[in-house]
């Protein structure tokens, strides 16, 4: 391979005056580069702004709507180790007074005690759990292999356990995964195999599962139904332990069931029914309606004999409706509501029924789910005591169980002296409005629980939306800065101070409508209503504040005030921030539901302002890419053309030296041959 040594002609550095050459030349390409990293920059600067408005955005939705904090409460138990309580919104302040009467139980039960070494007989068991079946196909063996095969094919509806008792003999146990009556384990099979475990007893007949109704004023409401009773004037009473409810005169109310009931065809609304009629509701007939006076008298007047008439008078009646235009004095309904469709049927009472009554409600809504029951009287009074359904359970093949370890059984809680049962423990949400209880063991007294508004979280979400807001103001501040030269001679290091969008109106115009849209006054429908964000104690600044920080535009707390505010008026608070102004059960003003409307433009999904500037940041980026790339072909070629030039300098140079070194040496010979010559001749 040839070396080439730079410059051995001409005595020049060639290589090092081509290379600052093709620095000169490059001068367009590092200029592009600046411009790709200054786009660079921008697209980056445009990300770090739209993830700030979206926090800003996020922080604004996290005060109005179903996000709210202003309607949160937090409640405390003044015994933990009875019960844990968490809140939400739709809590009532106040204070509850709560006993944990019985736990929900598993249901648990056992095998007799079994030689470990004895073979069982082959056969099949069905355990079904809440109407979940599993079936057991068992060949024969012994009880360990009996559990074994239960826990492979009955895990999903009960756990079982191995245990050794005493010396050789061991028991199989059933525990059911499901809390309540409901998770009663039911067992049926091949008698001869059961019979040898001991799992099962005699059979079982006519048991029924039965939920009772527990009456509470809170669960009622007017009847919104197709019936038309006319203007009511009646009253409803409950009774303390909320086993009974009284009605008097026309009157008809709803009562909302806590938990829906499933029915089947055979199950029934049994109740304790009695009715007392009003005296004014005796029977007309006991009053005379006509009344009819005067004898036949004979008058003599003046020699003219007259005869006297009868006087017939009709006694008026009143024209108050009465019972009997009714089709029945007092009675009771049911209600299925599936689809938003609601379905409705009345059974209505004779006066002289009484004692207990069974509705066959099955035969009208089996495999529906009622969720409310309605209670009627039109005239005198109407007490239903003692309601629950029943439904009978199906005993076929079923076989009752010969040791029960643990009964399953509900939980039974008594809130503010009304009794309720629930057939599980954890999650329990419709015990006390907006409260969700988890019970953990029993107590024999009353354990307080005292809601109230939950203000500290309500204050730190507003000192969030602060914050991320402050924070969007420092990083726009930075974006559209511009440079101050204080001396002469600095307007060309002007570009080391300012920022990437100084003069962008785009941005300025978004600054200035968050702030406007922050400042501006909102109407809302409290009864004591906050208008402007300053009435919550936050503001720009404090009266007589520095004017550089209030013109910055940053937000600062008053804590005192706020917290003030909130507690004093939580309604004024919500809506300042997000209400309905025209009653469509839809926010549509408010300053934080107004802050994200203006956001809108800048964060909707697809083509919004800010994703377009980055498109065309990074359009500009490919361009400048492009035009390097154009450049650098052409430095290549520049540089190619510069060493051939020089090349053929040097070539020519040397060849020059070398023509002129011969030419030297035939001058050199030449001359040398005359001399010689002289001193011959001599």
């Given at each position: 391979m040839p070396v080439s040594l730079s410059g051995l002609?001409?005595?020049?550095?060639?290589?090092?005056?081509?290379?600052k050459l093709v620095n000169v030349e490059a001068r367009p390409i590092r200029q592009l580069e600046d411009i790709k990293k200054n786009h660079g920059q921008r697209k980056e600067a445009l990300k770090a702004l739209r993830n700030q408005l979206e926090d800003l955005n996020n922080a604004a939705k996290d005060l109005y709507g179903f996000r709210s904090p202003f309607s949160e409460k937090n409640a405390t138990v003044s015994d933990?180790?009875?019960?844990?309580?968490?809140?939400?919104?739709?809590?009532?302040?106040g204070t509850k007074k709560v006993q944990?009467?019985?736990?929900a139980t598993n249901h648990k039960i056992s095998t007799d005690a079994v030689d470990e070494k004895e073979t069982l007989p082959a056969g099949k068991i069905k355990i079904e759990v809440n109407g979940e079946a599993a079936n057991i196909s068992f060949n024969g063996g012994t009880m360990k292999n009996l559990e074994e095969k239960i826990s492979e094919s009955a895990q999903e509806v009960v756990t079982s356990a191995y245990v050794r008792t005493s010396g050789d003999n061991c028991i199989v146990t059933l525990e059911s995964r499901t809390q309540g009556r409901k998770g009663e384990i039911k067992v049926s099979g091949d008698q001869a195999l059961l019979n040898k475990i001991g799992l099962v007893g005699v059979p079982s007949t006519g048991k029924k599962n039965e939920a009772g109704l527990t009456f509470d004023r809170r669960y009622l409401s007017a009847y919104s139904g197709d019936k038309k009773p006319g203007t009511q004037s009646g009253s409803v009473s409950v009774g303390g332990d909320g086993r009974s409810l009284g009605m008097k005169g026309l009157v008809w109310q709803e009562y909302a069931l806590p938990v829906e009931s499933q029915l089947k065809k055979d199950s029934t609304l049994a109740l304790d029914f009695s009715y007392t009629a009003q005296k004014s509701e005796m029977d007309d007939r006991a009053v005379p309606g006509r009344i009819e006076t005067g004898p036949d008298d004979r008058v003599n007047i003046k020699g003219i004999e007259l005869n006297g008439y009868n006087v017939s008078r009709i006694r008026q009646k009143s024209d108050r409706k009465k019972a009997s235009e009714f089709d029945s004095l007092a009675g009771i309904g049911v209600v299925s509501e599936e689809n938003g469709k609601r379905t409705e049927k009345i059974y209505g009472m004779e006066k002289d029924s009484k004692g207990r009554v069974e509705i066959p409600v099955g035969r009208d809504f089996a495999g529906k789910k009622i969720g409310r029951i309605i209670f009627y009287c039109n005239a005198g009074e109407a007490v239903f005591s003692n309601a629950s359904f029943s439904t009978p359970l199906n005993d076929d093949n079923r076989i009752t169980l010969k040791n029960e370890l643990a009964k399953?059984?509900?939980?039974?809680?008594?809130v503010d002296g009304v009794e309720m049962e629930r057939d599980r423990n954890n999650d329990l949400n419709d015990v006390i409005k907006g409260l969700t209880l988890?019970?953990?063991?029993?107590?024999?007294?009353?354990?307080?629980?005292?809601?109230?508004q939950n203000l500290d979280k309500a204050v730190e979400k507003i000192k969030k939306f602060v914050d991320v807001y402050n924070k969007y103001i420092d990083l726009h501040r930075e974006l559209v800065k511009t440079a101050k030269i204080s001396k002469p001679g600095e307007f060309n290091n002007r570009n080391n101070g300012k920022?990437?969008?100084?003069?962008?109106?785009?941005?300025?115009?978004?600054?200035?409508?968050?702030?406007k849209t922050i400042s501006n006054a909102?109407?809302?429908?409290?009864?004591?209503?906050?208008?402007?964000?300053?009435?919550?104690?936050?503001s720009t600044g404090a009266v007589n504040a520095d004017w550089e920080a209030i013109k910055a535009g940053k937000l600062v707390i008053d804590d005192a005030l706020l917290r003030k505010t909130i507690t004093e008026n939580p309604e004024g608070v919500s809506m300042f921030f997000g209400s309905d102004s025209d009653g469509d059960s839809k926010v549509d003003t408010g300053m934080a539901y107004s802050l994200g409307q203006a956001l809108r433009p800048y964060l909707t999904s697809g083509k919004n302002i800010l994703v377009t500037k980055m498109d065309l940041e990074e359009g500009s980026i490919k361009s400048a890419d492009e035009r390097i790339d154009?450049?650098?072909?052409?430095?290549?070629?520049y540089e190619e053309k510069l060493k051939k030039k020089f090349r053929n300098m040097e070539r020519a140079i040397s060849e020059s030296n070398s023509q002129k070194s011969w030419m030297n040496n035939q001058f050199k010979s030449a001359g040398g041959t005359d001399g010689q010559g002289a001193n011959m001749k001599k």
């Open positions: 002609s001409s005595g020049m550095n060639t290589d090092a005056i081509v290379e933990p180790s009875v019960m844990e309580i968490k809140s939400g919104k739709g809590a009532e302040g944990v009467m019985q736990l399953a059984d509900n939980a039974r809680v008594r988890t019970l953990k063991k029993t107590h024999d007294g009353e354990i307080s629980v005292n809601i109230d920022g990437l969008f100084v003069g962008d109106m785009t941005l300025v115009n978004l600054e200035g409508n968050l702030k909102y109407p809302n429908r409290a009864e004591h209503q906050i208008r402007i964000i300053s009435q919550l104690g936050v154009r450049q650098e072909q052409h430095l290549k070629q």
